[in-house]
């Protein structure tokens, strides 16, 4: 009898539903306890941080990607923003005057160019020398017999201090077009390293003056006056005529009736010290040319994020 009722008592309805709430908390229970036991991984969401739990209890934590020690960046190469291997620019070359416009007064002289052909200049003076002495008496109108007595620093003594200037006899030809055509050369020895045309005319005037007619022509004879005027004053109107030639041909690659050959004789006559110091010394801004420019451009490569330092050799000559 007590069988039955306590049956009858366990299959109600309100003691059915007790029994499976406590046996649903008891699995709970033992699932937690459980969970102790072994590591687990969990993505909490995509933006936030992945937790793993061990049997210790101790939590580690990754560091998320922008929280990251970032590695060094590359040194700024004077204004180079972005830090990697660029065309990084050396400044200092000099800029050929054929890159700019036609100007009388624009200057931006290459000083040493100029006195490279200012040295060139005192070499062919010497040897110009040689050749004139060589030359018959009547194309110089110097007297050999006088000429042989005195040694030629005491002809130049008293050919500059106690005689002077006087007006010479020269030949047509040596007056009025070699010594012009002399001073034009002058001019544009100047002229094509950067000096406007005021500057070189200065030059040419020094050259022919101080360098020839009080120079070396005085150990053989007087200065002249038509030299001292004709040859820079004459020359230099020449010789910007010849400077605005020469840019046609530069402007055209030396290119003459198809031929570079022609271009580059005619702008020797043109321009001779620059032209046959240019083929001797390439790219030294004697006309227009990958070496003529103000900025010579060098690749720079960039350290970048390595733990090893880049290494740069750069090797640059000029003339």
């Known amino acids: 009898m007590k069988l039955t009722e306590y049956i009858r ?41 992945i937790m793993k739990s061990t049997p210790t209890g101790i939590r580690v934590e990754t560091t998320p990607e922008d929280e990251m ?37 624009y200057s931006d002289p290459w000083w040493h160019g ?22 018959p008496e009547d194309a110089t109108a110097w007297n050999r017999a006088e000429l042989q007595k005195d040694p030629f620093y005491t002809r130049w003594f008293n050919n500059i201090f106690k005689k002077g200037p006087e007006w010479d006899h020269d030949k047509f030809i040596f007056n009025y077009v070699l010594h012009p055509y002399a001073g034009a050369a002058y001019f544009m020895a100047a002229r094509t390293c950067g ?22 022509e005085a150990c ?35 290119y003459v009736l198809g031929s570079r050959a022609i271009g580059h004789i005619l702008a020797f006559f043109l321009d001779p010290v620059n032209e046959v110091v240019g083929l001797l010394s390439p790219g030294t801004c004697r ?23 880049a290494v740069g050799i750069s090797v640059s000559a000029s003339f």
């Open 287 to 309: 006309s227009l040319g990958p070496g003529c420019l103000q900025s010579q451009p060098m690749l720079i490569p960039s350290p970048g994020n390595t733990a090893f330092p």
């Open 220 to 254: 053989m004879e007087r200065p002249s006056y038509q030299d001292i005027f004709i040859t820079p004053l004459v020359g230099s109107i020449m010789g910007e005529g010849f400077y605005r030639l020469k840019r046609l041909i530069v402007d055209r690659d030396y």
């Open 69 to 105: 020690t970032a590695p060094p960046e590359a040194p700024v190469l004077n204004g180079n923003p972005m830090g990697v291997d660029t065309l990084f620019t050396i400044s200092g070359r000099p800029q050929t005057i054929y890159a700019r416009p036609a100007s009388w007064t």
């Open 9 to 49: 008592h366990m299959v109600q309805p309100g003691y059915i539903m007790k029994s499976i709430v406590l046996a649903f908390i008891a699995f709970c229970a033992s699932a937690a306890a459980s969970a102790q036991d072994a590591d687990t991984l969990r993505v909490v969401s995509e933006d936030e941080l």
């Open 114 to 135: 100029m006195w490279i052909n200012t040295a060139v200049y005192a070499g062919a003076f010497i040897g110009t020398l040689f050749v004139l002495e060589c030359l």
């Open 195 to 216: 000096f406007n045309f005021w500057q070189s005319m200065l030059y040419s005037a020094c050259i022919s003056t101080i360098g020839w007619e009080f120079g070396i």
